[in-house]
């Protein structure tokens, strides 16, 4: 990613590129199952984040290669979209 402080346009980001997603849930283990059902055969890490102080929320951290900004937004409204996924960062 290149960023220039100076003008007020959109960081350029170079493909193929790694990038990560934050998925926030209720569930830990339904956030685990969400993140192998979107990210299918494509390789990936994962690992858990922090839970809320409540322990009513929960994170996971995930990232792979992505080609596009197309499948970058994919993968990321596939995130979204889940029914066990409160939130995605």
């Known amino acids: ?14 493909y193929p590129t790694n990038w990560g997603f934050k998925i926030i849930g209720r569930d830990k283990e ?33 990232s792979c290669i992505v080609e596009s900004q197309e499948e970058r937004d994919r993968l990321f409204k596939c995130f979204q979209d889940h029914d066990d996924v409160d939130m995605v960062i």
Do not use: W
């Open 1 to 14: 990613m290149i960023l220039d402080k100076n003008t007020q346009e959109k960081p350029k980001i170079e």
């Open 30 to 62: 339904s956030l685990k199952a969400c993140i192998k059902e979107v990210m299918g055969e494509k390789e990936h890490l994962c690992s858990i984040g922090n839970s809320s102080r409540t322990g009513k929320f929960h994170t996971y951290n995930t």
